[in-house]
């Protein structure tokens, strides 16, 4: 099941913060992160795994509730490159280590 | 590091022909890599999972009779669409997972227009 993303849009000036929530209803092994422009490939940001561990850009920071099986991406001064497609991947782990099911992702717009 | 290029990047082709699309890791080797789609404003559906030197495992509802994934190398994977049809026009973007990294590094896509 597709993990659910909130909010669907964002729209922000230069400098504001914004946080992208990310909900799965199954237990999770991770959470990847992702940003993607207009025809672009998906762009790594971060990858946080059961148990705490995080791996990913210095200047994302994100959280991870194994228990309510959750995650928050953390935009703070954002910048105009920051605008794009934000998506949540989920990775039950187990016989499905690897396969990411992607949300339906967040539209980030950074205005000047 | 961790580079995935995608060969070609764009593709027009007519219904009924093939279409090969490879991915390769350049700069690491990558014991399993990963194919999915994207139709337009929409997120990404995984298709298969690529592993060197085994067969594809492929998701459901996915034709592993028309999405043909060959994953010849540590370093290289190719989806073939057989007898493609407008349907199948789409945005293809392979991925690949360092060995004991955890981490996906996504290939810049390839855009398949059907005719």
């Known amino acids: 099941q597709q993990p659910v993303q909130s909010p669907q849009a964002v729209i922000l000036r230069e400098g504001e913060d914004a946080v992208i929530n990310c909900s799965s209803s199954?237990?999770?092994?991770?959470v990847h992160w992702y940003r993607q422009k207009h025809g672009e490939a998906p762009v790594f940001l971060m990858i946080?795994?059961?148990?705490?561990e995080q791996k990913g850009h210095e200047k994302i920071s994100a959280s991870f509730n194994e228990k309510k099986q959750q995650s928050s991406l953390y935009l703070t001064a954002s910048q105009l490159s920051y605008s794009g497609t934000y998506f949540c991947?989920?990775?039950?782990?187990?016989?499905?280590?690897?396969?990411?099911?992607f949300g339906q992702g967040t539209i980030l717009t950074v205005h000047p | 590091g961790a580079v995935v290029s995608q060969h070609p990047s764009r593709v027009i082709c007519k219904s009924g022909t093939s279409v090969k699309i490879e991915c390769r890791s350049l700069?690491?080797?990558?014991?399993?890599m990963f194919w999915y789609r994207q139709f337009p404003k929409q997120s990404l559906m995984l298709m298969a999972t690529?592993?060197?030197?085994?067969?594809?495992?492929?998701e459901q509802g996915v034709e592993k009779d028309k999405f043909l994934i060959n994953h010849a190398s540590l370093t290289l994977s190719t989806l073939t669409v057989t007898s493609a049809h407008p349907e199948d026009s789409s945005f293809y973007i392979c991925?690949?997972?360092?060995?004991?990294?955890?981490?996906?590094?996504f290939g810049p896509g390839t855009r398949l227009t059907v005719l």
């Open positions: 991925s690949a997972e360092a060995f004991g990294t955890d981490t996906q590094y």
């Open positions: 199954k237990a999770l092994y991770s």
């Open positions: 946080l795994l059961k148990g705490g």
């Open positions: 991947g989920s990775d039950a782990g187990g016989t499905s280590y690897g396969k990411l099911t």
């Open positions: 700069d690491f080797q990558a014991t399993t």
């Open positions: 690529s592993n060197e030197g085994s067969k594809a495992t492929y």
